[in-house]
């Protein structure tokens, strides 16, 4: 055997080797959610892509589930066990709008088949209309079925291996990550110092008064578009859609830029679908607790018993925070919420 021969071969035998012990690693870590084990070294998880990682997590787990949970980041903190009377799914994600849950559901539906409930968090700012570039952008971004061949190449990556490490690091020492999910699914978040959360609260109003409730504001109907094509294409599963309950600080901003009569319009809609509608928002019991949130908008982990206690339980037509809102009370309801509403000034 010749000289190039024996130097292709060592060659060729060296890069299968690296990668087969990338893959490995890779695998042993599991950072996108493709097997299911659990160790010391993966029990954290880090946040990478959350389409991505609880895509892999539903299609390639072994698991039994008969409802799912849509919604943006204010519902990914919400636990699947404290739903007691179903098998949930949390399939919420960071930065979703109401036209890509018919993408995910079908996702859903492929592997798990229709589901018996469809629990939805319903946001307000999605009310806000987008250029159609970012409507495009959301009606492509469904997931894709996952193959064996995807799986693979996703444990020879590079960049795969980057999210290894990190996450071997976040096990090592968990204060390093702010967002860590564990091996079912769950969210944690680390919560903010004080003069740190203060200070993302602030900013947060502000973005919310001079962009997503600013003067170029145009009120867009996808929530309550998304909701009937939902119910036409899921006519057997109950359908509950909660308002994520925004803290009252940032509610004050809402009605300061003059929003109150578009979520007055927005509650209307909802309500008109014959969807079973739970609204959270506004001043209440909960939302004016400042250590029920991380943030403006966002509410802490350990909120997601009690949330998840107020949507079974106003599905049902009781009443305390969160009122469920029908076409007989709609008018009551946003009377009430006028009056309670206290516009805020920023300094």
Same mark, same amino acid.
């Given at each position: 055997?010749?000289?190039?021969?024996?130097?292709?071969?060592?060659?060729?035998?060296?890069?299968?080797?690296?990668?087969?012990?990338?893959?490995?690693?890779?695998?042993?870590?599991?950072?996108?959610?493709?097997?299911?084990?659990?160790?010391?070294?993966?029990?954290?998880?880090?946040?990478?892509?959350?389409?991505?990682?609880? /895509? %892999?997590? *539903?299609?390639?787990?072994?698991? !039994?589930? =008969?409802?799912?949970?849509?919604?943006?980041? &204010?519902?990914?903190?919400?636990?699947?066990?404290?739903?007691?009377?179903?098998?949930?799914?949390?399939?919420?994600?960071?930065?979703?709008?109401?036209?890509?849950?018919?993408?995910?559901?079908?996702?859903?539906?492929?592997?798990?088949?229709?589901?018996?409930?469809?629990?939805?968090?319903?946001?307000?700012?999605?009310?806000?209309?987008?250029?159609?570039?970012?409507?495009?952008?959301?009606?492509?971004?469904?997931?894709?079925?996952?193959?064996?061949?995807?799986?693979?190449?996703?444990?020879?990556?590079?960049?795969?291996?980057?999210?290894?490490?990190?996450?071997?690091?976040?096990?090592?020492?968990?204060?390093?990550?702010?967002?860590?999910?564990?091996? /079912? %699914?769950? *969210?944690?978040?680390?919560?903010? !110092?004080? =003069?740190?959360?203060?200070?993302?609260?602030? &900013?947060?109003?502000?973005?919310?008064?001079?962009?997503?409730?600013?003067?170029?504001?145009?009120?867009?109907?996808?929530?309550?578009?998304?909701?009937?094509?939902?119910?036409?294409?899921?006519?057997?599963?109950?359908?509950?859609?909660?308002?994520?309950?925004?803290?009252?600080?940032?509610?004050?901003?809402?009605?300061?830029?003059?929003?109150?009569?578009?979520?007055?319009?927005?509650?209307?809609?909802?309500?008109?679908?014959?969807?079973?509608?739970?609204?959270?928002?506004?001043?209440?019991?909960?939302?004016?607790?400042?250590?029920?949130?991380?943030?403006?908008?966002?509410?802490?982990?350990?909120?997601?018993?009690?949330?998840?206690?107020?949507?079974?339980?106003?599905?049902?037509?009781?009443?305390?925070?969160?009122?469920?809102?029908?076409?007989?009370?709609?008018?009551?309801?946003?009377?009430?919420?006028?009056?309670?509403?206290?516009?805020?000034?920023?300094?």
């Amino acid at each position: 055997m010749n000289q190039s021969k024996k130097y292709l071969l060592v060659l060729a035998a060296t890069t299968t080797s690296i990668c087969v012990a990338v893959a490995v690693f890779n695998a042993w870590i599991d950072p996108l959610w493709i097997f299911g084990h659990s160790h010391s070294w993966n029990q954290h998880q880090i946040s990478i892509n959350q389409r991505v990682q609880k /895509s %892999n997590y *539903l299609y390639f787990g072994d698991h !039994a589930y =008969d409802s799912v949970l849509l919604g943006d980041s &204010r519902s990914t903190t919400l636990r699947e066990s404290d739903f007691s009377n179903m098998r949930l799914f949390n399939y919420s994600l960071n930065s979703t709008y109401p036209d890509e849950y018919e993408g995910l559901l079908a996702f859903y539906s492929s592997i798990q088949g229709p589901p018996k409930n469809i629990l939805i968090g319903m946001a307000f700012f999605t009310t806000r209309s987008r250029i159609k570039s970012e409507r495009d952008t959301a009606k492509s971004s469904a997931p894709e079925t996952p193959s064996v061949l995807d799986a693979v190449q996703s444990l020879v990556s590079l960049d795969t291996l980057r999210y290894t490490l990190r996450t071997i690091r976040a096990n090592a020492d968990p204060l390093r990550e702010r967002y860590l999910y564990d091996r /079912s %699914n769950t *969210l944690t978040i680390r919560p903010l !110092a004080n =003069d740190r959360r203060e200070h993302a609260v602030q &900013r947060q109003l502000r973005e919310y008064r001079t962009i997503r409730y600013g003067s170029d504001y145009v009120y867009e109907d996808i929530g309550p578009k998304a909701l009937l094509r939902i119910r036409k294409q899921y006519p057997n599963a109950n359908v509950v859609v909660f308002t994520t309950p925004i803290s009252a600080e940032l509610f004050g901003v809402l009605v300061e830029s003059g929003r109150f009569e578009d979520y007055a319009r927005w509650l209307g809609d909802l309500v008109a679908t014959g969807t079973t509608v739970i609204d959270m928002m506004g001043v209440n019991a909960f939302t004016t607790t400042t250590a029920n949130y991380l943030d403006a908008h966002h509410f802490h982990t350990n909120q997601s018993s009690a949330i998840a206690e107020i949507v079974q339980i106003r599905s049902e037509g009781q009443t305390t925070v969160g009122q469920r809102v029908t076409q007989d009370n709609l008018s009551e309801h946003i009377r009430a919420q006028r009056q309670g509403a206290t516009p805020i000034r920023l300094p």
